[in-house]
């Protein structure tokens, strides 16, 4: 079983950075796929990035495109939020695809492993 431990996350003004790691154990492998999804309150879970194994292929959210930059080495990803603003506040949780898939997606069903989520709050 897949276990995905998020650390990061914080209070921050706007237009400042923070920058958020996620680092995976308990497969018989690496995810493939691995993302970041969001949720502020009372609105629906949100795709904002995504990587894949090799980590030449990602995708944003159009929303934080320019502004967030995803990364990873072997179990790890990071995503690197700048110039951030008060809409950007939400939880923040990792994700990962199951073992054997290697395509990105953008939906939330899409993904098999959770994290337990980090708090990212931008005053403004």
């Known amino acids: 079983q897949v276990q995905l431990i998020e650390s990061g996350g914080g209070l921050v003004q706007t237009g400042y950075s923070l920058s958020l790691s996620c680092e995976a154990s308990?497969?018989?492998?690496?995810?493939?796929?691995m993302g970041w999804f969001r949720q502020a309150p009372g609105k629906d879970r949100e795709f904002v990035a995504a990587i894949d194994w090799s980590g030449d292929t990602t995708v944003y959210a159009d929303s934080v495109k320019g502004r967030f930059t995803i990364s990873r080495e072997d179990n790890k990803n990071y995503l690197q939020m700048d110039s951030l603003k008060p809409e950007d506040t939400a939880v923040y949780y990792c994700?990962?695809?199951?073992?054997?898939?290697?395509?990105?997606?953008?939906?939330?069903?899409?993904?098999?492993?959770w994290g337990q989520g980090t708090q990212v709050t931008v005053s403004s």
């Open positions: 994700a990962a695809r199951p073992l054997r898939v290697t395509v990105i997606t953008r939906a939330p069903t899409g993904f098999q492993y």
């Open positions: 308990g497969g018989s492998s690496s995810p493939n796929v």
